[in-house]
Nanobody, 127 residues
Framework: EVQLVESGGGLVQAGGSLRLSCAASGFTFDDYAIGWFRQAPGKEREGVSCISSSDGSTYYADSVKGRFTISSDNAKNTVYLQMNSLKPEDTAVYYC????????????????????WGQGTQVTVSS
């Protein structure tokens, strides 16, 4: 059974940092792409970043470029999202999701292309 477990969310002041973790189990990590999505109250879920576990290529939404960094530790089957210079508009529930080898659809954050989802972790940025 594939499981994704996010952690690392919390409350932080604007300008601060958080690092989210997504621990994966139940599949061969090297063959998958992992993405981070977020959903704020009353808004649609949006893609934030994704990484290809096979070659380490990374992709970011324009809204987080230069502030967020995604990375993976294949030995630990864990993907991280380092979030710096946080803004109040970054407040949301953050989800990690997994799919097969990365494609144009998954690197452009089509949520329906991701097969497995975690339960989410809340990130709140105060002004």
């Amino acid at each position: 059974e594939v499981q994704l477990v996010e952690s690392g969310g919390g409350l932080v002041q604007a300008g601060g940092s958080l690092r989210l973790s997504c621990a994966a189990s139940g599949f061969t990590f090297d063959d998958y792409a992992i993405g981070w999505f977020r959903q704020a109250p009353g808004k649609e879920r949006e893609g934030v970043s994704c990484i290809s576990s096979s070659d380490g290529s990374t992709y970011y939404a324009d809204s987080v470029k230069g502030r967020f960094t995604i990375s993976s530790d294949n030995a630990k089957n864990t993907v991280y999202l380092q979030m710096n210079s946080l803004k109040p508009e970054d407040t949301a529930v953050y989800y990690c999701a997994a799919t097969g080898p990365i494609t144009i659809a998954t690197m452009t954050f089509r949520a329906g292309e991701y097969d497995y989802w975690g339960q989410g972790t809340q990130v709140t940025v105060s002004s």
